[in-house]
């Protein structure tokens, strides 16, 4: 860490930057890879309080982009709904009966909205990471090796799913 600079992982809000990743990429329909470090499914009801404090806490720091995804699709229809009636326009009414500047204003604000928000999420692939354990604090242990054997076991993953895709 960089002195001065403060990180916070966002896992109250949203373990994934789901934001971030649509507002950094360019204009196109997308797929998704999510990495779940605390999966939404279980794959078997929790015995004992332990568990059960495992599971709550996996359920608290689950991702939370369903509902982005949701408002993005709904942009992205709206978009093409607004360039359906633009094409409407442009081909039924008279030009000289419409407010030139206004017209043009509107169509700059337009594309600028088309441009930021206007990608499709195609697929979304998730990739799970692997509980050895159903304790509280397993997932602690941030050594040198537990990153470097997460990070490996992400990529295995990821690229199992890309083969599928291909």
């Known amino acids: 860490m960089e002195k001065g600079v403060y990180a916070w992982d966002g896992a109250l809000l949203s373990n994934t930057p789901f934001d971030e990743v649509i507002d950094a990429s360019p204009v196109r329909d997308k797929r998704l890879f999510f990495v779940e470090n605390y999966p939404m499914k279980a794959k078997k009801l929790p015995d004992n309080w332990t568990e059960v404090c495992h599971r709550a806490r996996d359920i608290m720091l ?20 607004i360039s359906q ?16 500047k206004q017209y043009e204003t509107i169509r700059r604000t337009f594309t600028k909205m088309k441009v930021k928000g206007g990608a499709e999420i195609k697929s979304i692939f998730r990739i799970t990471r692997d509980e050895p354990s159903q304790e509280y604090l397993e997932n602690t242990d941030f050594s040198i090796e537990t990153i470097r054997n997460s990070i490996k076991d992400g990529e295995t993953k990821a690229n199992q799913i890309l083969e599928k895709i291909s």
């Open 62 to 81: 689950s991702d939370k982009s369903q509902h982005n995804i949701k408002l993005s699709n709904a942009i992205t229809r709206y978009l093409k709904y």
């Open 85 to 100: 009636l633009y094409e409407i326009i442009e081909k039924n009414i008279e030009p000289s009966k419409i407010d030139k």
